[in-house]
C-alpha cells in the first residue's frame, strides 16, 4: 500500500510539472471534434429508435464527452 502510494504521488507530481511547463497536446483536431459531432447527432438521429436505453445512454456521453473536450480546447 505504501508503495502504491509513493506511486500515486510520484505520478501526480510529474503530471502537475509537465502540464504547467508545457499544455497537454490534444490527439484530433477541433474539425475532427466537429465531425464526430455531427456524426453521433446524425446516427443518433436515424438509428435512435432502434437503440435500447443503455445504448443511447452510452451514445449521448461519448457525444457529450466529445463536446465538452471541443469546448476546453477553443483557445
Known sequence: MQQFCKLQRTVQFCYGALSSITPIMSLISQQDRNLAI??????????????????????????????????????
Open 38 to 75: 455531427e456524426a453521433l447527432d446524425f446516427y443518433l438521429f436515424s438509428k435512435g429508435n432502434d437503440f435500447t436505453e443503455a445504448k443511447r445512454a452510452e451514445v449521448n456521453a461519448l457525444l457529450n464527452w466529445i463536446k465538452l473536450e471541443k469546448t476546453k480546447n477553443e483557445n
